[in-house]
C-alpha cells in the first residue's frame, strides 16, 4: 500500500483525555497536588481512528513510554498508562503529553497536563531550640513506659 492510499484510508484519532487513578480526569491541563514520593499514574485514552493509534506519553521531547492496549474494542479505545513510582521535586510544573497516532503523515492527536505538587520554596529546614539554644543532636529518652 502506498502512502497516499494509506493516507486516505486513515482516519485520525477522535479524541484523547487523560485520566488520573486517584482523582479523576485532568481539569484545565493540571493534575494534583500531589505529595513528594507519592506515586501516579496517568492514562491516556484514545477514541476511535483507524487503524487503531500508537499512543505515547512525552515530557517535553523526551519519549517516556510507549506500550499501550486496546482497551474496550467495541468503542475502538486505546490506553496508554504512564506510571511514576515516586515522584520527586523535578516533577513539579512537569508538562507531559499524550499523543495518539496512526499515519506518519499526519500531525498526533495530543492531550498535555501539567503536574502540580505540595511543596515549600525553598525546601524547608526545621530546627529544634531549647530554651533560646539550638539543639545539634538529641537523643530520646522515656521512662516510666508500660504496655
Known amino acids: 500500500m502506498s502512502h497516499d492510499e494509506m493516507f486516505n484510508k486513515a482516519k485520525p484519532p477522535r479524541s484523547v483525555e487523560v485520566l488520573d487513578s486517584q482523582m479523576g480526569r485532568a481539569e484545565d491541563g493540571i493534575v494534583g497536588p500531589y505529595h513528594e514520593g507519592q506515586k501516579v499514574v496517568l492514562t491516556c485514552i484514545s477514541w476511535r481512528g483507524t487503524p487503531l493509534p500508537n499512543v505515547t506519553w512525552w515530557r517535553e521531547e523526551r519519549l517516556l513510554?510507549?506500550?499501550?492496549?486496546v482497551g474496550d474494542e467495541g468503542r475502538q479505545q486505546v490506553n496508554n498508562s504512564l506510571?511514576?513510582?515516586?515522584?520527586?521535586?523535578?516533577?513539579?510544573?512537569?508538562?507531559?503529553?499524550c499523543a495518539a497516532t496512526n499515519t506518519p503523515l499526519a500531525e498526533p492527536i495530543t492531550a498535555s497536563v501539567t503536574i502540580k505538587m505540595f511543596r515549600s520554596r525553598p525546601p524547608a529546614k526545621?530546627?529544634?531550640?531549647?530554651?533560646?539554644?539550638t539543639l545539634e543532636?538529641?537523643?530520646?529518652?522515656?521512662?516510666?513506659?508500660t504496655d
Do not use: K, Y
Open 126 to 133: 526545621l530546627t529544634w531550640a531549647f530554651e533560646g539554644r
Open 65 to 69: 513510554d510507549e506500550t499501550w492496549e
Open 83 to 97: 506510571v511514576v513510582e515516586r515522584l520527586t521535586r523535578e516533577w513539579h510544573n512537569a508538562t507531559l503529553t
Open 137 to 145: 543532636s538529641v537523643q530520646l529518652v522515656s521512662t516510666g513506659v
